[in-house]
């Protein structure tokens, strides 16, 4: 497909929603504006001329460590390591370094779970970041993740650009897997605190994964009441993130600390410290689109933790609980249910948790190991958030397989959560007849050979949903691979929401994947949009993250309830009516995604306890990120200028 340069140049009068937002804004109900659906079912009504949706989510990465040196445009703030003085314009540390202190801790002793150790330390040095399982060499043993070029195109080639396929052969480490990673400048001398990855490891090279579990996460972001300031009212300090990774890492699957444990036995070190700097040229094409369109500084992962139960609060606006595979909330195998209590003589290796352990907690009661710490802090704060916890429910925190299979049939591995009869936002769209569908890299392999499959199952909040699942003409309509999607931009035949996921090798998960291959996917996206002008003229591309992979972020989180939220992660919108370059300051997550849509199409609520019901924020001039009427997240309007003229087409190509 031939991407043509916008040379044409035509103008969106946008005067009808300029009255309908200033009615809104009034309190009197706003104009409806009439879109033919594209699965030809008649019209459906949008509150503002966005009339496609596309949110494209990629892995793992939070805002500072992609955003922690970006300068915006003129006119615009951003709060981050650069603004904070934490680092300098070129990454090294800032006069206000201290503020991002790094501690060890000490829970020898204790035998429960703690969100703060009982004593801290500063770390006069990191303990050095190492390679984890990066691909080593260029070859057929351990390629990153091709040797040649003809094997990336066979794979790959359709999802690419053609001068990015070349991105899938190159940015092997040249080191063992597992050892400090040598590449980083001082990797054996870091000062406790951020440190850039750039340009001694190169922006193309593949790195370690620190870690990103739930019970984890909680305890890296170190909340107490008694920390707590006008500005971080929460009291999450953030500075733990180096020695939970050492200390417990992804997790114990339920064994023994092994023999002579030290910094680097959990194979991660500091790597959650590492950031890159767009000012020497890292993230070039997401640091041109947050120029050029807008980016939030407030937009956060809905939960504590990894992929699944983030992409799971994405679909659902909420977490789903251990069942009977019928509906009905029981209690799962002991060796299921989380234990983060630090194992005796060990200092914070928790008890049960890990990818092939403990992932359910029964949240409703603050006697279940974890629960209590959580339970108590949430309780201490002034507007004492609801934990949220249905009575006996076991909600799954850190990622199980979904409870189907592509074909629909019951997934009966170990380590799957049954099936879901939690509502997502595929009812409230149904209900409307606004047209959806979930587009995802590997889709078509992963029906008839999921193990050969680059397919993410635990991404797609609509595997583990009984009432999608099971009817196979939803399935068939609405659950699609990107091959289609590339196919519905071309002809025109876009759904209103389209959800889209690449698959392993382009997510830019580290490890795995590498954040220029995201890149490269997304803007394949984009150009494919800006190419036919009416598409463009009604769509807005949200592109993030699933979560922040377990990276340091500086910026405050707002406790919701008992599963979150976590740091904040990148959020760019790019449409024709978010342009110049705006920061958006108003607190958000994932859900506030769904609330977009659900305003726009006029949506139901997904359930009576969903996310989604939680209110716009309201903040003061002086500290725009924390709101006053919280827990509240937006609906993320903010990122755009409805009122305005837009042009539709670009001199230049995103």
Not at 459 to 471: D, Q, R
Not at 513 to 531: H, T
């Amino acid at each position: 497909m031939q991407f043509l340069r916008g040379s044409k140049r035509k103008r969106v009068t946008a005067g009808v929603t300029a009255c309908a937002i200033a009615l809104t804004s009034a309190g009197i109900p706003a104009s409806v504006f009439a879109a033919e659906d594209n699965d030809g079912r008649g019209p459906s009504a949008t509150e503002t001329p966005i009339k496609h949706v596309i949110v494209i989510v990629g892995e793992n990465r939070s805002f500072d460590h992609l955003f922690g040196a970006y300068k915006p445009p003129r006119g615009q703030t951003v709060e981050n390591l650069l603004s904070k003085g934490i680092i300098n314009e070129d990454g090294t540390p800032g006069p206000n370094f201290h503020l991002a202190t790094q501690y060890q801790g000490s829970l020898v002793g204790p035998t429960k779970f703690s969100l703060t150790p009982t004593s801290k330390k500063a770390y006069k040095t990191l303990p050095p970041p190492l390679t984890g399982g990066t691909p080593t060499v260029a070859s057929d043993s351990n390629p990153p993740p091709f040797a040649t070029l003809a094997a990336a195109k066979a794979q790959e080639g359709n999802a690419l650009l053609p001068g990015d396929v070349k991105l899938l052969t190159t940015g092997a480490s040249g080191l063992p897997t597992h050892v400090i990673d040598t590449r980083i400048a001082n990797a054996s001398k870091l000062p406790s605190g951020p440190f850039q990855l750039t340009p001694s490891l190169s922006y193309d090279d593949y790195a370690a994964s620190p870690v990103h579990r739930f019970y984890q996460g909680w305890q890296q972001s170190d909340c107490s009441v008694a920390y707590a300031t006008h500005a971080n009212p929460s009291g999450c300090r953030n500075d733990l993130f180096a020695w939970v990774e050492v200390s417990i890492g992804a997790g114990s699957n339920g064994k023994p600390q092994p023999s002579g444990f030290n910094d680097q036995t959990t194979g991660e070190g500091s790597t959650a410290l590492g950031f890159y700097n767009t000012n020497i040229g890292d993230a070039p094409y997401f640091t041109k689109l947050a120029k050029k369109y807008a980016i939030s500084d407030n937009y956060h992962q809905p939960s504590q933790g990894g992929t699944g139960l983030d992409s799971i609060i994405l679909g659902y606006g909420d977490a789903i609980y251990f069942t009977d595979g019928h509906g009905h909330a029981i209690t799962p195998p002991t060796n299921e249910i989380e234990n983060p209590d630090p194992q005796a003589g060990t200092n914070n290796y928790y008890t049960q948790d890990g990818y092939s352990g403990g992932s359910y907690s029964n949240c409703s009661d603050p006697a279940q190991p974890g629960v209590g710490a959580i339970v108590t802090y949430l309780a201490s704060l002034p507007n004492k958030p609801k934990a949220n916890c249905d009575q006996g429910h076991y909600y799954l925190l850190n990622n199980y397989n979904p409870g189907y299979n592509g074909d629909g049939s019951v997934n009966t591995a170990a380590f799957t959560i049954p099936p879901s009869p939690v509502r997502s936002i595929s009812k409230p769209l149904l209900d409307k007849n606004v047209s959806w569908k979930y587009y995802g890299e590997g889709w078509n392999t992963f029906i008839t050979s999921s193990a050969t499959s680059v397919y993410c199952n635990i991404c797609n909040p609509f595997l583990y949903e009984t009432a999608i699942m099971t009817k196979p003409t939803l399935v068939a309509k609405h659950l699609k691979d990107t091959d289609d999607l590339y196919n519905d931009i071309a002809n025109g035949d876009l759904p209103a929401v389209s959800f889209v996921k690449p698959g392993g090798f382009l997510d830019g998960h580290p490890t795995s994947s590498k954040f220029d291959l995201f890149e490269a996917f997304s803007k394949k996206i984009v150009r494919a949009v800006k190419q036919n002008p009416k598409l463009w003229a009604s769509t807005a591309i949200f592109i993030t993250v699933d979560e922040g992979g377990g990276y340091y972020d500086s910026g405050y989180i707002q406790p919701l309830d008992f599963f979150g939220d976590g740091v904040r992660i990148p959020l760019i919108v790019v449409s024709p009516y978010s342009r110049g370059g705006l920061i958006a300051h108003d607190y958000s997550d994932h859900v506030s995604i769904l609330k977009f849509i659900e305003r726009n199409w006029r949506l139901d609520r997904i359930s009576n306890r969903s996310r989604d019901n939680l209110p716009n924020p309201v903040a003061t001039a002086d500290n725009p990120y924390v709101p006053t009427n919280s827990p509240a997240i937006g609906d993320l309007f903010e990122l755009f200028q409805f009122g305005q003229e837009r042009d539709q087409d670009d001199h230049d190509e995103d």
